[in-house]
């Protein structure tokens, strides 16, 4: 008898020769990664038909989450953790002569987001698969992933991320599940059968292609899919354009501006970019999602008035909240409901989670522009909109002034965020602070009219990559001590707490830290060229590049730091190894100069005598999920110093948490949460509360140069920006200065920077005290089980989806 890593070795061997027609001698590391994941599918494929088919026969509910970000990441390793055969894969892969590393990073990341939002949406599918329950993803297939970034003297440079170079190994073309979405033309109505009826002539038809990418469940044998749209072109388009007959230039310009909306993923983390085209993918997602979800109640013969206990529609943030209008289109044009009917159905059957508080991230659009676009949702929207603003005149007399507010269109922009509340059922922060500040202030007239609609869900990580996939050293001691119910069951993560005083452990978890800072320094050698010392501190802040995530404020500590250890060479502190990672939006001049100086400041103090033995500064380029999971297991130190109420949650902050990594913080997003199940002990928290910031704003109180003019630190470290001393033609710098003390520093850098330096102090008192160190990480990870997705999912599942685990038979 074989084993059944061997049995494994002659199944690769086998569809290596198969299907590359090569000996195993001959194989590369490519060669090799795609005959694993063709092994692999075969029982993934079977256990999807087998999950549809239960789904099926149970009739179960199912959620589907629009999303117009993905971050996956690699999936090879978590598929194969998911499916129980991780190690058996591995040991194959190495008798036959194989890195299994290797062999799995030949896997390009799917970088369909851009951070936070999308990995959450990443996050949920596997949480979902793994709680057996019947979810889906609904998402584009763009043609490039968020751009790569190279660092070219020190200043990001934009690569296009072509992540379908090679063939995309999970995902299934379905070509019998094509749709077609309309743009543009016009809307004529006539009065026919006693009703009104619309009809939608000179419309630009696009073809949308479903891709389908399983997600496989943790160990159940459950696989869910994510289904991401491609737009293509169809052939007989002008067949609709008798006038224009067969222009061939013509219909070039059709094909180029058909495949454009499925190419690009807007490269714009909180902020709207002016875009048609982002325009016409959320309406393309939509659409195009919506008639595949209903073409499926109908094979199941479900009456359409049910739908909402067959089928719930989860928009991530408000980009795909055209789901509102256009579900009301095709109730009432495809299938002949009236009006209240289908309201009634719509708005059982949306839910919204909002994202962000930010002004400039709540997305608005031009009446014209949607009008142009999608002419009949525009009548739509209007009617929604007058009849919202009409209710509110007759049921809320007291909002009577704040109806032009309030209202879905005013001022000739349309207020995603206000479709999105008034078109669904469920409304829901991301944590327990920003779900406050949405009831209290962002949203308070909302609130009053429809309180029953809000709900905070925390967000959360799946544990399986976030843990077990990226620190095994960790995964295998914790089950060491308290068994692996914690695999199944995050909240025992808990039991460690009670060994969190005990030297052997301690010197175990203080061993695998050492040895992830150990791999993660060799990465960086080989990366950077930068020698770094695996003793030191390593402090992390990865996330993308953002004025409210104050990356600067980090700055200023390593430039105060480097003063410091300038004027008094025999400053005795722990040294520190100051990581980045993070991406500017291309668009954003500040944030690239932000980039700039970090990296300026790296090669002063990584090559000063005096400093270099204590201070290193490292900027890793591309941050993406795979360096994630490389620098995430060897952090120390945490960075989560968003300018309290900006940050809506944060899911970055739970991952170095439950990886042992001590937060500096402020109080905001889940920060606030952390604290709360740690203790103030356990964590370092400083500067403005939301409370302080929002007084701040509204009082127009503070004053940055106040702030300059009276600590000679801020007056040495923002000097050093106009004095040319970074390099010799810095107007980037320049321009930081100006944006602090001309603009009155939006984000209060300077005011919390005394704060901020205090707080660094303790994490250094703390380090130096080892015991307490590894006393705290313990508990850190202990309790960072809350924070696992599937609470957060449970959540969903059970407060606004009312969805179950089929009842198998
Ligand atoms: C988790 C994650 C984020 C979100 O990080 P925050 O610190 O919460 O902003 C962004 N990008 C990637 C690649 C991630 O894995």
């Known amino acids: 008898m074989k084993n059944q890593a061997e049995q494994l070795e002659q199944e690769l061997t086998e569809k290596l020769t198969l299907t590359f027609g090569k000996q195993l001698k001959e194989a590369t590391t490519k060669d090799m990664f795609q005959v694993v994941c063709l092994v692999m599918k075969e029982s993934i494929h079977a256990n999807w038909q087998k999950t549809k088919q239960l789904y099926r026969e149970t009739n179960s509910k199912q959620v589907y989450y629009f999303s117009m970000e993905f971050l996956l990441g690699r999936l090879v390793e978590s598929n194969l953790l998911n499916m129980g055969q991780l190690e058996t894969y591995q040991q194959a892969l190495r008798s036959l002569g194989f890195d299994p590393e290797r062999v799995f990073m030949e896997e390009h990341d799917a970088g369909l987001g851009n951070g936070g939002l999308g990995r959450l949406a990443a996050c949920f599918l596997d949480s979902l698969a793994s709680l057996q329950l019947p979810g889906n993803g609904m998402g584009i297939r763009y043609k490039y992933g968020l751009f790569q970034q190279k660092v070219v003297d020190g200043y990001q440079v934009e690569l296009p991320d072509y992540w379908l170079k090679d063939e995309y190994m999970w995902e ?181 989670t909002n994202h962000t508080t930010l002004n400039e991230a709540l997305e608005t659009w031009p009446k014209d522009m949607i009008e142009m676009l999608f002419p009949r949702i525009y009548l739509i929207i209007e009617e929604i909109n007058e009849r919202f603003c009409q209710s509110l005149w007759h049921d809320y007399p007291e909002l009577r002034d704040k109806i032009a507010e309030l209202a879905i269109i005013s001022y000739d922009q349309i207020h995603m965020a206000h479709l999105a509340i008034v078109g669904s059922f469920s409304v829901n922060g991301v944590a327990e602070l920003h779900t406050r500040i949405l009831k209290e202030r962002v949203m308070k007239s909302f609130y009053t009219i429809f309180p029953e609609r809000f709900t905070n869900k925390t967000n959360g990580i799946t544990h399986r990559r976030w843990l077990m996939n990226c620190n095994p050293g960790l995964a295998r001691l914790l089950t060491e001590a308290i068994g692996d119910s914690w695999i199944k069951d995050a909240d025992r993560l808990a039991d460690i707490i009670p060994f969190s005083s005990d030297r052997g452990f301690q010197e175990a978890i203080a061993e695998v830290k050492h040895d992830n800072k150990k791999k993660l320094a060799a ?287």
Request: proline share 3%; with cysteine.
């Open 172 to 352: 299934t073309k379905r070509s019998d599940r094509t749709v077609e979405v309309r743009f543009g033309g016009t809307v004529e109505t006539s009065f026919e059968h006693h009703k009104l009826q619309f009809h939608h002539h000179d419309y630009e038809r696009v073809l949308a292609i479903p891709y389908d990418v399983p997600i496989v469940g943790f160990q159940n044998e459950t696989v869910n899919t994510l289904r991401l749209w491609s737009a293509e072109s169809t052939a007989n388009h002008f067949h609709f354009h008798s006038s224009r007959g067969h222009d061939y230039y013509h219909y070039l310009d059709y094909k180029r501006s058909v495949e454009k909306i499925s190419e690009f993923l807007y490269p714009d983390d909180s902020t709207y970019a002016g875009k048609v085209l982002r325009l016409k993918q959320q309406y393309f997602l939509v659409s195009a999602g919506l008639q595949s979800i209903l073409q499926q109640c109908k094979q199941k013969a479900l009456p359409m008035e049910q739908l909402s206990r067959h089928v719930v529609l989860q928009i991530n943030d408000t980009h795909p909240s055209l789901v509102v209008p256009e579900l009301m289109r095709l109730l009432l044009d495809e299938e002949g409901l009236g009006w209240d009917e289908a309201w009634a159905i719509t708005t059982e059957t949306v839910a919204y």
């Open 523 to 809: 990465y960086i050698y080989q990366h950077a060229r930068i020698p770094v010392n695996e003793q030191s501190i390593f402090d992390v802040q990865i996330k993308r590049l953002h004025g409210y995530k104050r990356q600067l404020l980090n700055v200023f500590h390593i430039i105060h730091l480097y003063q410091r250890c300038l004027e008094n060479p025999a400053l005795e502190f722990t040294p520190r190894t100051f990581i980045f990672g993070a991406k500017a939006a291309p668009g954003y001049t500040f944030a690239k100069h932000v980039i700039k100086l970090i990296n300026a400041v790296a090669d002063k103090v990584n090559h000063h005598p005096l400093v270099k033995e204590k201070l290193k500064v490292i900027f890793l380029e591309n941050y993406q999920v795979s360096l994630a999971e490389r620098i995430i297991p060897a952090a120390d130190i945490s960075e989560q110093i968003s300018t309290a109420s900006k940050e809506a949650s944060g899911t970055g902050n739970m991952k170095l948490m439950m990886n042992g990594a001590l937060t500096i913080g402020t109080e905001d997003g889940a920060n606030v949460e952390i604290q709360q199940l740690v203790g103030e002990e356990n964590i370092f928290t400083f500067g403005l509360t939301s409370d302080e910031v929002f007084a701040l704003q509204q009082h127009g109180s503070y004053r940055a140069r106040d702030y300059y003019n009276q600590d000679r630190r801020l007056q040495q470290i923002l000097d050093l920006f106009v004095n040319e001393h970074f390099t010799s033609d810095d107007v980037e710098f320049k321009d930081i200065f100006y944006s602090l003390l001309y603009n009155n520093d939006e984000f209060f850098v300077l005011k919390d920077f005394d704060s901020y330096v205090h707080a660094q102090r303790c994490v250094d008192a703390t380090y130096r005290n080892q015991e307490k160190w590894l006393e705290k990480s313990i508990i850190n990870i202990g309790r960072s089980g809350t924070f696992a997705s599937d609470r957060t999912i449970r959540e969903y599942a059970a407060d606004i989806w009312n969805i179950h685990p089929p009842a198998s038979r």
